[in-house]
């Protein structure tokens, strides 16, 4: 249901962008996120963004990643500028759905960021 891509090997100061579709009927979305995972850490949220376009970043983040959506193609891109090793993680696509009239949650695979310094 949600397709993420765009992960791979940057050096630190470097810049990636991911991607994440929707698919298989999602339609009325809420919100869309990206969280990450590092090793032998919880998942976090690094950015957000409402349908309606209002974001909202990690402290970690904020000035160097920017969220952005695609309502027409139902994506949620996220640049990700200056990396830093700590950068590193699996990156997850995340978003909340109308259907029948309550939100779904749904998460798409991860996508690995590996930042070397």
């Known amino acids: 249901q949600l397709q993420a891509s765009g992960g791979g090997a940057v050096q630190a100061g470097g810049s990636l962008r991911l991607s994440c579709a929707a698919s298989?009927?999602?339609?009325?979305?809420?919100?869309m996120a990206w969280y990450r995972q590092a090793p032998g850490k919880q998942r976090e949220s690094v950015a957000s963004?409402?349908?309606?376009?209002?974001?909202s970043y990690a402290d970690s983040v904020n000035g160097r990643f920017t969220i952005s959506r695609d309502t027409a193609k139902i994506t949620v891109d996220l640049q990700m500028n200056s990396l830093k090793p700590e950068d590193t993680a699996v990156y997850y696509c995340?978003?909340?759905?109308?259907?029948?009239?309550?939100?779904?949650?749904?998460w798409g695979q991860g996508t690995l960021v590996t930042v070397s310094s």
């Open positions: 995340y978003a909340e759905v109308w259907e029948s009239g309550r939100k779904n949650s749904y």
């Open positions: 298989g009927g999602i339609r009325r979305i809420s919100s």
């Open positions: 963004t409402t349908w309606g376009g209002i974001t």
